[in-house]
């Protein structure tokens, strides 16, 4: 009996040994055309092993990189996709760099910092203070989602001074407009269960 820890190492194990076997027995093939016959029925049966990929538009390109990589990149066959070198391959990708601006305040994020610049430069006048108006209440929204915790009005104001560097002083007769809500809804507190039993003992 041939147990997996005395074979070869699978090179891709979602096409099984069997594929790997008949890719070894395509390599073996002295003539051209009796190995470009028999890699094309591997790569239909390859086909049929990866059909839930079939969809996308490099399936075929890819089931032909994946047969080269089998074969270790030994495979001498008429491709109708150009096959890639193995170090073309194996080439890292360039990191991406991490953002190195930092937050200010975390539980209003990069976007809404964005936001705050953009409306900073604003011409003073009614569209300015409305996007102010919808600003704070996004803002606050924003704070007690992620603090849970109640915040007072003028916190609200004097942040966004503070982020747009002075450029947004929220005046007083705006700030009687501003009407910014206490909790958001899917932060209410809701009646226990034992507060509920405790009512239905009472109504007995």
């Known amino acids: 009996m041939e147990y997996n820890t005395t074979r070869g190492k699978l090179i891709i194990p979602e096409y099984g040994r069997n594929v790997q076997k008949m890719v070894q027995h395509c390599l073996s093939l002295a003539d051209r055309e009796e190995r470009n016959t028999c890699a094309r029925a591997i790569i239909e049966l390859m086909g049929q092993l990866n059909s839930k990929y079939k969809d996308s538009d490099d399936f075929e390109a ?8 089998i074969s270790d990149f030994q495979l001498d066959i008429d491709s109708p996709f150009e096959l890639k070198e193995e170090e073309e391959l194996n080439t890292k990708p360039n990191n991406i760099p991490y953002p190195k601006s930092r937050v200010k305040y975390r539980h209003y994020g990069k976007s809404m910092e964005a936001m705050i610049k953009i409306i900073a430069e604003y011409e003073e006048g009614e569209k300015k203070d409305h996007f102010v108006k919808h600003l704070a209440e996004l803002m606050k929204r924003s704070y007690m989602t992620w603090n849970r915790d109640n915040v007072k009005d003028e916190i609200i104001f004097q942040h966004i001074k503070e982020l747009s560097n002075n450029k947004i002083i929220v005046a007083d007769d705006l700030r009687l407009h501003v009407k910014l809500e206490s909790q958001p809804d899917n932060y209410k507190k809701k009646p226990s269960q034992n507060n509920n ?3 239905r003992r009472k109504r007995k």
Do not use: E, F, G, V
Not at 62 to 67: E, G, I, N, R
């Open 62 to 69: 890819t089931l032909w990189s994946h047969l080269y990589i």
């Open 197 to 199: 039993n405790h009512k």
